[in-house]
């Protein structure tokens, strides 16, 4: 019966872990597009994909809302030191 428990446990983490691992790798690709449509110049695609992923990544939704919380105004979503902060949040989790 432990044994049975035990491996439940363990199945269970580890398709747990699987699932924010496909996130987060979801998070950093959705990032690249964002930085791919800033390097042509196109603002309205990076926003649109920026929102995009806020609706559909969870990681994503974290790490960029916690780097735009307090900053007041719009948002630059072409902004090198957004992209930057948004990746150490998705890397490293929200609270830095």
């Known amino acids: ?3 049975k428990f035990v491996v439940v446990v363990v199945c269970g983490l580890a398709s747990l872990v699987a699932g924010c691992t496909g996130e987060k790798k979801g998070a950093l690709e959705g990032l690249e597009k964002i930085k791919g ?5 196109d603002k309205d695609l990076a926003k ?3 929102e995009g992923l806020r609706k559909t990544n ?3 939704e974290k790490a960029f809302g916690a780097a735009i919380e307090d900053k007041g105004g719009s948002v630059n979503y072409c902004s090198p030191l957004l992209h930057s902060e948004v ?3 998705i890397d490293h989790g929200t609270e830095l």
Request: net charge positive.
């Open 37 to 41: 449509a800033c390097a042509e110049n």
């Open 58 to 60: 969870k990681v994503f």
């Open 48 to 50: 649109s994909i920026a």
């Open 1 to 3: 019966m432990l044994r």
């Open 87 to 89: 990746q150490q949040r």
